[in-house]
């Protein structure tokens, strides 16, 4: 089980090769990229048939053992929070040419007119999508990243056809208490040291520039967001860069 986040799993070093995404909830993987058995046991058929099964020592033919199947993932990504609306384009013909169809939701059936979409080449502006040949979901998804697809082999298919296209939904803000709004702030990592409680609006909680305060302090070394989603600011004032604090823990600074 994996909670909060969405990942890419690929096939090879340096996230080359075939990729798997896996969105927030429980997901079981069997040898992710190993071919089914049916294929393993065809080709081993094969090999038998053409003399490369087993061979006779002392009179007796000796089968080779069967190779154990290993689970191999060669490199993982965590997918970038992106709060961008998704968005796919595909295109009938290579390189980004003809009347372009485009997505920025999930769509069980593409299909226009019965027929799936021909997708020559494909453009992701933003999210991370699984483009399915069949309508409802079915079958083995392509996995794809923001980027340009100018061809179908840039995006490892024969067969350029779309019947259903599905974003996941990489870093939607989780609130499960949008009418309690709560955040602890502590002033050490780990949420240790002094503490304060906020509930509402705070422009400055780190000088003594605001007289309505009794207490301030020095630094944010952690945080805890028990209700609500906050947006938190460098600088006292709504200035500076923003960070989007969801419901959760951050034990130090480098978190959020």
Partial sequence: ???????????????????????????????????????EEQQSQRNGENGQNGQKVGGEEVVAAKPDRRFIIGSVRRAVRDYSVPEISLFPEENAEGKKVIFRDTSDDARIFGF?????????NAGLWLVYAQPFFQGVPRVLEVGGFPN??????EQPYVGSVHP??????????PGEP????YDKPYFTGKSRVIYTNMRDFMT??????????CSAGSIKVQGGCWVGYEKEGFRGHQ????EGEYHDWRVW
């Fill in 1 to 39: 089980m994996q909670t909060g986040q969405s990942w890419v799993l690929y096939e090879k070093p340096n996230f080359k090769g075939e990729k798997i995404a896996l969105d927030e909830g429980d997901i079981e993987l069997t040898y992710p990229f190993d071919p089914p058995e049916e294929e």
């Fill in 116 to 124: 799936p979409i021909k997708a020559n080449s494909i453009i992701i």
């Fill in 152 to 157: 179908p082999a840039a995006w490892g298919v």
């Fill in 168 to 177: 996941l939904k990489i870093g939607e803000p989780r609130v499960e208490k």
């Fill in 182 to 185: 709560k955040l602890v702030l």
């Fill in 208 to 217: 003594r520039m605001d007289r309505r305060q009794t207490a301030f302090m």
């Fill in 243 to 246: 960070y989007l604090l969801e």
